[in-house]
C-alpha cells in the first residue's frame, strides 16, 4: 500500500513558480495557490547570459507548478526599458519549453525592496546578499501576483 501525504496531495495541483529574471542570475519562488504564499526558493545563475534550462527544467519536474510568474521591468512612463524585450523573451520561451501559462507582473522596486529587506531588515553580508536577493525578489513578484489573483 503507498502512503500519500495529506499536505502534499493537498497542494499538489496548485503550485506556482515565480522568476525574478536577470542576465547573469535568475531568482526563483515557489508558493500555492491554495495558502496564497510564497517563498524564496533558489537563485540560479545564467550560462553565458542565458538561463540554464536544465535547473528550470528540474525544478518544473519537481515542483509539478499549474503555472509561471515572470517579473517583468518597465519605465515609469509604462514603457519598456533596456531589459524589458529580453524578460519578455524569457516569457515565450518558458511557455513554449514547458506549455504552462506565464503570467507576468510588473516588478517595480522588487529588487531593491528585497534589498532593503535583507540588508536594512536582516543585516545580511554583501555577499550572501548578492546570494539571495534575486530568489527574495521572486518571492515578492510571486506574492504580489497571489495578492492580485487571490
Not at 1 to 27: C, E, H, R, W
Not at 57 to 76: C, R
Not at 108 to 116: D, E, G
Amino acid at each position: 500500500m503507498v502512503k500519500i501525504d495529506p499536505l502534499a496531495s493537498k497542494f499538489s495541483n496548485t503550485a506556482y513558480l515565480g522568476f525574478d529574471f536577470g542576465q547573469k542570475k535568475i531568482g526563483v519562488a515557489v508558493g500555492y495557490m491554495d495558502t496564497a504564499i510564497a517563498s524564496p526558493l533558489q537563485t540560479i545563475r545564467s550560462i553565458g547570459y542565458s538561463p540554464d534550462w536544465s535547473l528550470i527544467t528540474n525544478l518544473i519536474s519537481e515542483w509539478q507548478p499549474v503555472g509561471l510568474v515572470v517579473g517583468i521591468s518597465k519605465q515609469s512612463d509604462g514603457s519598456d526599458n533596456i531589459i524589458t524585450p529580453k524578460m519578455e523573451k524569457f516569457c515565450r520561451q518558458l511557455q513554449g519549453r514547458y506549455g504552462l501559462p506565464v503570467h507576468q507582473v510588473d516588478e517595480s522596486l522588487t529588487t531593491f525592496s528585497a534589498k532593503q529587506l535583507l540588508f536594512d531588515d536582516l543585516k545580511l553580508s554583501a555577499g550572501k546578499l548578492w546570494a539571495v536577493q534575486d530568489q527574495v525578489a521572486a518571492q515578492l513578484i510571486l506574492q504580489s501576483w497571489f495578492n492580485q489573483n487571490s
